[in-house]
T-cell receptor
Framework: GAGVSQSPSNKVTEKGKDVELRCDPI?????LYWYRQSLGQGLEFLIYFQGNSAPDKSGLPSDRFSAERTGGSVSTLTIQRTQQEDSAVYLC?????????????FGPGTRLTVT | AQSVTQPDIHITVSEGASLELRCNYS??????LFWYVQSPGQGLQLLLK??????LVQGIKGFEAEFKRSQSSFNLRKPSVHWSDAAEYFCAVGPYSGGGADGLTFGKGTHLIIQP
C-alpha cells in the first residue's frame, strides 16, 4: 500500500516569504507527527496530531510555525516570514494510533531552502 | 527529559565485516527503543524496535539489537555488512508520555561507510 507522502519534495523560498508543506499519512493512521532534520540540531520533534487535534504545540520552534490537520488525514505545516535558520528537511510520520508503542512510518521529507 | 547518545559520528567498516553501532539512552521509565536507517535523500525506515520481553530483538536486513538495562544501551549489530548498508543510522527512544505527544527523541546519528 501507499506510504506517507509529502509535497513538495524540494522548496526554495526567499527570506520573509510564507511556505506550506503538506503531508499525506498512511490511510487509516490516526496519529501524525512532524519532525525537522537539520545539520546543527539533528532530528527534532515538532508537533503531534491525534485525529485533528494537537494536544501540545510547545515543540514548534517559534510562533511563525503552525500546523493543522483536517478530516483526520492531510496535514499542513506552515512557516510564516521564513528565516534562513528554517532551512532544513521537514519529515512527516504517521502511526496507526498514538502512544509509546505505536510504530511511526516516515515520509521522504520536504527539503526547504531559504535564501 | 529523555535523551539518546550515539557516540560515533562516523564508522568505517569493510564489506563482509561485522558491525556494532552504539546507542545509550536516558529515560525515566521502561524505554521504548528504535533503530532507524536513512539512505541519502530518503526518509527514515524502521530497522527494529524494543518494547518489552526478549532483550535481543531481530530486525530487517539482518540487523539485531540488544537491550541492556544495566548499561542503558541498545546497540545495533550485524554479522556481515554489505555495501548497500552504507547509510545514516539513528537510535530513538519512544514518547515519554503515554499519549505519545512528545514524539520520538533521536540520537544525532552514525554515518556508516562501507569499504570494498
Amino acid at each position: 500500500g501507499a506510504g506517507v507522502s509529502q509535497s513538495p519534495s524540494n522548496k526554495v523560498t526567499e527570506k520573509g516569504k510564507d511556505v506550506e508543506l503538506r503531508c499525506d499519512p498512511i490511510s487509516g493512521h490516526t496519529a501524525l507527527y512532524w519532525y525537522r532534520q537539520s545539520l546543527g540540531q539533528g532530528l527534532e520533534f515538532l508537533i503531534y496530531f491525534q485525529g485533528n487535534s494537537a494536544p501540545d504545540k510547545s515543540g514548534l520552534p517559534s510562533d511563525r510555525f503552525s500546523a493543522e490537520r483536517t478530516g483526520g488525514s492531510v496535514s499542513t505545516l506552515t512557516i510564516q516570514r521564513t528565516q534562513q535558520e528554517d532551512s532544513a528537511v521537514y519529515l512527516c510520520a504517521s502511526s496507526h494510533r498514538g502512544g509509546q508503542s505505536s510504530e511511526q512510518y516516515f515520509g521522504p521529507g520536504t527539503r526547504l531552502t531559504v535564501t | 527529559a529523555q535523551s539518546v547518545t550515539q557516540p560515533d559520528i562516523h564508522i568505517t567498516v569493510s564489506e563482509g565485516a561485522s558491525l556494532e553501532l552504539r546507542c545509550n539512552y536516558s529515560y525515566g521509565a521502561t524505554p521504548y527503543l528504535f533503530w532507524y536507517v536513512q539512505s541519502p535523500g530518503q526518509g527514515l525506515q524502521l530497522l527494529l524496535k524494543y518494547f518489552s520481553g526478549d532483550t535481543l530483538v531481530q530486525g530487517i536486513k539482518g540487523f539485531e539489537a540488544e537491550f541492556k538495562r544495566s548499561q542503558s544501551s541498545f546497540n545495533l549489530r550485524k554479522p556481515s555488512v554489505h555495501w548497500s548498508d552504507a547509510a545514516e543510522y539513528f537510535c530513538a527512544v519512544g514518547p515519554y508520555s503515554g499519549g505519545g505527544a512528545d514524539g520520538l527523541t533521536f540520537g544525532k546519528g552514525t554515518h556508516l561507510i562501507i569499504q570494498p
